[in-house]
């Protein structure tokens, strides 16, 4: 059966996993963009490429290396919801 409980494990667990996956993203990309902001406040070069393009290839090189363990994170969180829904209908 269906409690507050169990509702409020099920949504926990889903938020813990999509705050995990956004930080893999999101941390290297930040990291990436506050070296390239010191670099250009440093030689005062104010071009747009130079803060966009490290940031992309960053965030693309994170996706490549980590993207086969988030696809599993959420199929394993999607496998755990389908199999605890079946436990939960009687």
Request: net charge negative; aromatic share 4%.
């Amino acid at each position: 059966m269906l409690t507050v409980d169990v509702a409020a494990d099920i949504v926990g667990s889903g938020i813990k996993v999509v705050i995990v996956l956004v930080c893999v993203l999101v941390v290297p990309s930040l990291l990436t963009g506050l070296c390239v902001s010191i670099f250009q406040a440093v030689t005062q070069i104010n071009e747009q490429t130079l803060s966009f393009l490290p940031r992309l290839i960053v965030t693309l090189a994170v996706l490549g290396v980590c993207g086969k363990w988030m696809l599993v994170e959420l199929s394993d969180l999607c496998t755990h919801l389908f199999t605890q829904a079946a436990l939960l209908v009687h």
